[in-house]
């Protein structure tokens, strides 16, 4: 059974620029988070797509967007990038959106912005 | 919303030892707790979790803890081995879902030969 993919795994981008990263899910998972990671902050909540609705949000700026397809993929697009935008961008997925699910990560998407 | 806190962040241990790692949380309505363990340049893995009607949980080498009076959760590991070198983060999901998770700072764990 295939694992959280996501694409691209590295990039880089300039400031000022917008980036989309993708995430397709275990197979059967409807749910979908979106995690930050960076060596000062460290793992930080996005937001959570359900069924296509957004379910959660964490603290991030408006510049932080995603959406999620009816066949659960999803994406997250940042505008205007800065440089503290750099960080490696991690999905996740579980069958469902309660607290008994057990959530997976993907290997993550490497996002350096100069 | 939920705080969590990671000790320590750093730990050395010899081989066969056991490592410790204790978290608390803030919010009382958490009722899911994860481990993960992390090693450079990879994901987060999931190594145990346990949900708040259980006090214990045990997997081969590893154990997990929970006080929810005191709000204290702790990974035990037996027998440490080199392979078990590597970042552990804990988590807690602040009563909402198992998808939104506070994670702690992160405690390095480095097996001496």
């Known amino acids: 059974k295939a694992g959280v993919t996501q694409t691209p795994r590295y990039l880089i981008k300039t400031r000022g620029q917008q980036v989309t990263l993708s995430c397709s899910p275990i197979?059967?998972?409807?749910?979908v988070s979106w995690y930050q990671q960076t060596p000062g902050q460290g793992l930080q909540f996005l937001f959570e797509?359900?069924?296509?609705?957004?379910?959660n949000k964490g603290n991030f700026p408006g510049r932080f967007s995603g959406r999620q397809f009816s066949n659960s993929r999803s994406e997250m697009n940042v505008s205007t990038l800065e440089l503290g935008d750099s960080a490696l961008y991690l999905c996740?997925?579980?069958?469902?959106?309660?607290?008994?699910?057990?959530?997976?990560f993907g290997e993550g998407s490497w996002l350096t912005v100069v | 919303g939920e705080n969590v806190e990671q000790h320590p962040s750093t730990l050395s241990v010899q081989e066969g030892d056991s490592a410790v790692i204790k978290c608390t949380y803030s919010d009382s309505a958490s009722n899911y707790f994860p481990w993960y363990k992390q090693e450079l340049g990879k994901r987060p893995q999931l190594i145990i979790d346990?949900?708040?009607?259980?006090g214990e949980k045990k997997d081969q080498r590893i154990a997990v803890t929970l006080n929810k009076t005191a709000k204290h959760f702790s990974l035990h590991i037996t027998e440490t081995q080199p392979e078990d070198s590597a970042v552990y983060f804990c988590?807690?999901?602040?009563?909402?879902?198992?998808?939104?998770?506070?994670f702690g700072t992160g405690t390095r764990l480095q097996v001496t030969l």
């Open positions: 346990i949900r708040s009607n259980v």
């Open positions: 996740a997925s579980s069958k469902g959106s309660g607290s008994g699910n057990t959530i997976y």
């Open positions: 197979s059967g998972h409807r749910s």
């Open positions: 988590a807690a999901n602040g009563g909402g879902t198992a998808s939104k998770l506070t």
């Open positions: 797509y359900f069924s296509e609705t957004q379910r």
